[in-house]
């Protein structure tokens, strides 16, 4: 059974900084890609950013130059560095991650962006 576990939520001020992490284990193989999509309030679930297991990295057009992603496949865990984050960052953001065979999600963590 796979299990996916997130971690680095939280309430921060805007221009703040987190780190959001997940950490996947329980599968006999490695993902093929790992990443972070997020959904805020009354909107849809997108894509915030993904990163294949050759380093091959995806973004939102809007998050380029803010967010940065990255993996560590001896560790099946990827990372998301959010910089400079803005009110409208607020939401929960969901770790997403895909073996040759099947797709699995996080439960989420709760990122809240306030003064």
């Known amino acids: 059974q796979v299990q996916l576990v997130e971690s680095g939520g939280g309430l921060v001020q805007p221009g703040e900084s987190l780190r959001l992490s997940c950490a996947a284990s329980?599968?006999?193989?490695?993902?093929?890609?790992m990443g972070w999509y997020r959904q805020a309030p009354g909107k849809e679930r997108e894509l915030v950013a993904s990163?294949?297991?050759?380093?091959?990295?995806n973004y939102a057009d809007s998050l380029k130059g803010r967010f940065t992603v990255s993996g560590d496949n001896a560790k099946n865990t990827v990372y998301l560095q959010m910089n400079s984050l803005k009110p409208e960052d607020t939401a929960v953001y969901y770790c997403n991650v895909m073996f040759y065979d099947m797709i699995y999600w996080g439960k989420g963590t709760l990122v809240t962006v306030s003064s």
């Open positions: 990163i294949t297991n050759s380093g091959i990295t």
């Open positions: 329980g599968s006999a193989s490695s993902p093929v890609a």
